[in-house]
């Protein structure tokens, strides 16, 4: 059964605004809806939300969707969409007690292109769709120059995720979609993660599974499936091909490439390593790809 809740209802303070032209992550922002932030409390649940658009600190365009649980609130799921395009949906959306300073769990996405306004829908509760609330949000607009000398799309994560048995970890992780053509007119596609967080790397309970290396088995095969690698992808349908990166924070692949089309709709989730079907977080990550 579907329930509402209000913006209003909850019984919180508002938290602070971020003033305009301060930076959340890396984006410098100029825009925020709801200013100040809004919450939603329904079924014994309470957090806030607030969505910031501006422009990131190497001259894209930028967004960030953040969400922080109100003090006292349990762990709750959260779902936050715009129409067909997902921009956060949490397992558990860590708590805070009543003495503890609350954090936003922010997602940030760095881009060509701009930013507009649209509707957007929280879900919250029971399956992430017990209550729900419309809001106003600002969404990206991405236009990369799949023509150009080099490109990038890329979503940073900064924030706590709760494990299903109740474990509270911070993770802070960058996943990247690259293309770079140099000279001679070769053309590659790099698909990596920056991060320096020890959950995601080696050793670390998670891992992350992004939809691209569905569709690029050669990229897919140069990705190790063991406790150094950030990344789990399914061992069906390996083409040899790809060539792994390494760096003292990031981990990628790389895939030479004739053409290549640019896919806005993908997704990356964040799982734990040993029980793989416990998504905990699952954020918008496009990636550009092979033209078939």
């Given at each position: 059964?579907?329930?509402t ?18 930076p959340?992550?890396n984006c410098?922002?100029?825009a ?6 809004e919450?939603?409390?329904a ?19 930028c967004?960030?969707h953040?969400?922080?649980?109100a ?7 959260v779902?936050w ?5 997902l921009?956060?949906?949490m397992?558990?959306?860590?708590r805070c007690g009543?003495?503890?300073?609350c954090?936003?769990?922010?997602v ?5 292109g ?6 957007s829908?929280?879900g919250?509760?029971l399956n ?9 949000s600002?969404?990206?607009v991405?236009?990369p ?5 080099s490109?990038?799309v890329?979503?940073?994560?900064s ?9 509270k970890?911070?993770?802070?992780f960058t996943v ?9 007119g070769t053309?590659?596609?790099i ?19 992004w939809?691209v290396?569905?569709r690029?088995?050669a ?6 499936n063991?406790?150094?690698?950030p990344?789990l992808?399914?061992?069906?349908g ?6 792994a ?14 053409e290549?089309?640019y896919?806005?709709?993908l997704t990356?989730s ?10 905990l977080?699952?954020?918008?990550m496009p990636?550009?790809?092979?033209a078939?």
């Open positions: 059964m579907w329930g809740a209000s913006g209003q209802e909850a019984a919180e303070p508002p938290v602070p605004d971020t003033p305009l032209g301060v959340t992550l410098v922002v100029d925020a809806l709801p200013n100040p932030p919450s939603a409390a079924g014994g649940f309470s957090f806030f939300y607030q969505a910031l658009a501006g422009v990131a600190t190497d001259g894209r365009a967004t960030v953040r969400v922080m649980n003090a006292g609130s349990p762990p709750t799921p779902r969409r715009a129409a067909d395009e921009l956060i949906e397992a558990r959306l860590g009543a003495g503890d300073d954090e936003w769990f922010a940030a996405r760095y881009f060509d701009g930013f507009d306004h649209g509707p829908r929280l919250f509760g992430a769709d017990a209550f729900q609330v419309d809001t106003e600002l969404l990206a991405t236009d120059n799949v023509g150009g000398v490109a990038s890329g979503t940073e994560v924030g706590a995720v709760v494990t299903a048995d109740g474990r970890l911070n993770v802070a990247k979609s690259r293309l770079v053509r140099e000279g001679g053309l590659s596609l698909y990596e993660v920056v991060t320096a967080a020890p959950e995601l790397r080696s050793g670390g309970e998670l891992a992350l599974v939809e290396f569905d690029v088995p990229a897919a095969a140069a990705i190790r063991d406790d150094d690698s990344f992808v399914s061992q069906a390996r083409v040899e091909g790809g060539t990166l390494s760096g003292a924070d990031s981990y990628g692949v790389a895939v030479a490439v004739e290549l089309v896919a806005p709709g990356v964040l799982v734990e390593r040993s029980h793989p079907e416990e998504t977080l699952v954020v918008p990636a550009f790809l092979p078939r």
